[in-house]
């Protein structure tokens, strides 16, 4: 039977698989809490993308405070154990919709190498994309991955159009900002939460990039030394 951890985060009581050590951690909630407070400012009813989802703790936060969250994963043994964290929150799966695929600039099969071969783990990159100055690492295991470049999906799909995105893409940023350069530009989308790197070469471009598109830096919490999440606002139109 799979481990399950209850935690309570904020008023809310949230069950998650730890089956593995690094789901256990996971589970505890206590660790990029600025995720939390990003989360806590989306009103119930308004549109999460949650990019980079992992086993889904932060995207079942979200729906359990009434968000509609879509969570992309695109690995299998933490897409598998998203599923299962859905399943052991009661009213989760009425607000999030799992998406099992990665981000990028164009719609594609390629494969994702693995450096943590665990549910839980971190470190997927996707082969083509650019890459990321952390992540060169001694891969022990891949897999074949469905891409989809954010803008196409969504209109293929008719998904509802994001209020707010969570990015955590893992070498993938700047391929995922060339396939949703639309979605980015809409005034209708009011923030990001954006994992950086700070040393990588990509860093700058895709902070340009974003200031491009309507949006300035409203604070940077560290996760590791020069890996922070960035809580990106969009500028108060005139």
Request: hydrophobic share 40%.
């Amino acid at each position: 039977m799979t481990k399950v951890i209850t935690t309570e985060v904020r008023g809310l009581n949230l069950r998650l698989s730890g089956h593995t050590r690094a789901l256990e951690l996971c589970a505890r909630m206590n660790r990029e809490t600025e995720v939390l407070d990003f989360i806590d400012q989306i009103k119930a009813g308004e549109v999460l993308y949650d990019l980079g989802a992992c086993e889904g703790r932060f995207s079942i936060y979200a729906a359990l405070r009434g968000v509609r969250c879509y969570a992309f994963e695109p690995e299998t043994l933490n897409f598998e154990t998203l599923i299962q964290n859905v399943e052991l929150n009661d009213g989760a799966g009425r607000s999030l919709t799992p998406m099992k695929l990665a981000v990028g600039d164009s719609n594609h099969a390629t494969t994702i190498r693995i450096a943590q071969p665990w549910a839980g783990g971190h470190h997927r990159v996707v082969s083509d994309a650019d890459g990321r100055i952390d992540l060169d690492l001694d891969f022990t295991a891949e897999q074949t991955v469905r891409v989809i470049a954010l803008d196409q999906f969504a209109a293929a799909e008719q998904l509802p159009l994001p209020d707010y995105m969570k990015v955590d893409v893992d070498g993938s940023e700047l391929a995922f900002i060339r396939g949703a350069q639309s979605i980015l530009k809409r005034e209708t989308l009011k923030a990001l939460m954006f994992e950086l790197h700070f040393r990588d070469r990509n860093c700058q471009p895709i902070i340009d990039l974003l200031s491009s598109f309507g949006f300035e830096m409203h604070g940077r919490y560290e996760i590791e030394p020069h890996l922070f999440n960035v809580w990106f606002k969009r500028l108060a139109q005139a």
